[in-house]
């Protein structure tokens, strides 16, 4: 079965930085629009940022603009999430998706999910 695997949440002060990793398992990222959405305690998912499977195109949710980059290694089957200027309300469960063809706002377009990490920002 296919899989998605994120990494690299954890507990950060705000105005700290943390770098997410999504990694694939027995298929190959390359062709896939990769999505990173979240979810905080209580909330509906929401979708944080999105890449092309080239990298020419990426978009990112207004309370993230400027602080957090999506990028992608298609050599290393590799998608990255850099959060900088990080802030109390960006705490959640983050998880990596993967799509054909084009990014969608929607979670219920995407095929493949990763587990999910937590990112915690508190002082």
């Known amino acids: 079965q296919l899989q998605l695997v994120d990494s690299g949440g954890g507990l950060v002060q705000p105005g700290g930085s943390l770098r997410l990793s999504c990694a694939a398992s027995?298929?190959?990222?390359?062709?896939?629009?990769i999505a990173w959405f979240r979810q905080a305690p209580g909330k509906e998912r929401e979708g944080v940022s999105c890449?092309?499977?080239?990298?020419?195109?990426?978009n990112y949710a207004d309370s993230v603009k400027g602080r957090f980059t999506i990028s992608r290694d298609n050599a290393k089957n590799m998608v990255y999430l850099q959060m900088n200027s990080l802030k109390p309300e960006d705490t959640a469960v983050y998880y990596c998706?993967?799509?054909?063809?084009?990014?969608?706002?929607?979670?219920?377009?995407?095929?493949?999910w990763g587990q999910g990490t937590q990112v915690t920002v508190s002082s």
């Open positions: 027995k298929f190959t990222l390359n062709s896939y629009v």
């Open positions: 890449i092309s499977s080239s990298s020419t195109s990426t």
């Open positions: 998706a993967a799509r054909r063809f084009f990014c969608s706002r929607s979670d219920t377009q995407y095929d493949y």
